[in-house]
């Protein structure tokens, strides 16, 4: 087969089907925008806590649990 016979029959195929080819492409479109969408929701949120973390400065006091029973 050549590349126009499998092109024709590709687009009839598409015309004969336009519902199932219709909600293929709907299905395709969201699904690449809702990629998108997280993607750029999850950069945004990276930038935002990178940019707290770095106003606080590097004059902090890290406190950390320890044994609460000590003699004396």
Do not use: Y
């Not at 089907?17 to 479109?29: D, E, F, I, S």
């Not at 940019?51 to 902090?60: A, F, K, P, V």
């Amino acid at each position: 087969m050549n590349v126009q016979t499998i092109l024709f029959t590709a687009l009839s195929s598409l015309g004969s089907n336009k519902m199932r080819a219709g909600l293929t492409l709907l299905g395709v479109v969201i699904g690449v925008a809702a990629v998108i969408t997280l993607m750029s929701i999850g950069k945004g949120v990276q930038q935002s806590i990178t940019q707290r973390i770095e106003s606080l400065g590097t004059n902090l006091l890290f406190v950390r649990p320890g044994d609460a029973n000590q003699g004396g």
